[in-house]
T-cell receptor, first 121, second 114 residues
Framework: ETGVTQTPRHLVMGMTNKKSLKCEQH?????MYWYKQSAKKPLELMFV???????ENNSVPSRFSPECPNSSHLFLHLHTLQPEDSALYLC????????????????????FGPGTRLLVL | AQKITQTQPGMFVQEKEAVTLDCTYD???????LFWYKQPSSGEMIFLIY??????QNATEGRYSLNFQKARKSANLVISASQLGDSAMYFC???????????FGAGTTVTVRA
């Protein structure tokens, strides 16, 4: 059991649908992340929020729209997705010690939620 | 260039035996952290163990230990006394100092046989 929860756990949607993924962390962390895990590909970082501000956006298509209303919650809004967007979407959180990605020592552990398995038809 | 390399796509291990999972990394940053995660079929990414680049001793966490060889840029995970519940995918990851991003390897599937 971890302190990061994600809902829904499974989602099937058509290409014209709009849906949202929700992540909540109960660890008191100040940074939250969205990762995408596709079959046969390493995990890819999509977005990072630190102190509720987006600090990284790794060339993610605009059909993915993140939202971080507070330090405990993170959303990923989905619209007009493509079948190739089918993947496991993982949320993570960490406690960053400094302002820019931590102390500079790469120490902060990221704790992951159980993921949402998304299938786009 | 790939930052994390895991060369073993799959491994079988007998219950109660030890298994070593290989990981090599590539960075020019003197400050970095190395992490191992376990991912069962349910999908959750479970943090196992951490090694910092400045740490003098190898990290240990229960049955998990990290064989850190800095000069060779390797960070192998050793699981001792394997249990059936250890069957999962194992990922090596690196976080460079000042960077939010965790770079993951391709993973190694471990199957523990009774």
């Amino acid at each position: 059991e971890t302190g990061v929860t994600q809902t829904p756990r499974h989602l099937v949607m058509g290409m014209t649908n709009k849906k949202s993924l929700k992540c909540e962390q109960h660890l008191g962390h100040n940074a939250m992340y969205w990762y995408k895990q596709s079959a046969k590909k390493p995990l890819e970082l999509m977005f990072v929020y630190s102190l509720e501000e987006r600090v990284e956006n790794n060339s993610v298509p605009s059909r993915f729209s993140p939202e971080c209303p507070n330090s405990s919650h993170l959303f990923l809004h989905l619209h007009t997705l493509q079948p190739e967007d089918s993947a496991l979407y993982l949320c993570a959180s960490s406690q960053e010690q400094g302002l820019a990605g931590g102390t500079g020592r790469g120490q902060e552990t990221q704790y992951f939620g159980p993921g949402t398995r998304l299938l786009v038809l | 260039a790939q930052k994390i390399t895991q060369t073993q796509p799959g491994m079988f291990v007998q219950e109660k035996e030890a298994v070593t999972l290989d990981c090599t990394y590539d960075t020019s940053d003197p400050s970095y952290g190395l992490f191992w995660y376990k991912q069962p079929s349910s999908g959750e990414m479970i943090f196992l163990i951490y090694q910092g680049s400045y740490d003098q001793q190898n990290a240990t966490e229960g049955r998990y230990s990290l064989n850190f060889q800095k000069a060779r840029k390797s960070a192998n995970l050793v699981i001792s006394a394997s249990q059936l519940g250890d069957s999962a995918m194992y990922f090596c990851a690196m976080r460079e100092g000042g960077d939010y991003k965790l770079s993951f390897g391709a993973g190694t599937t471990v199957t523990v046989r009774a």
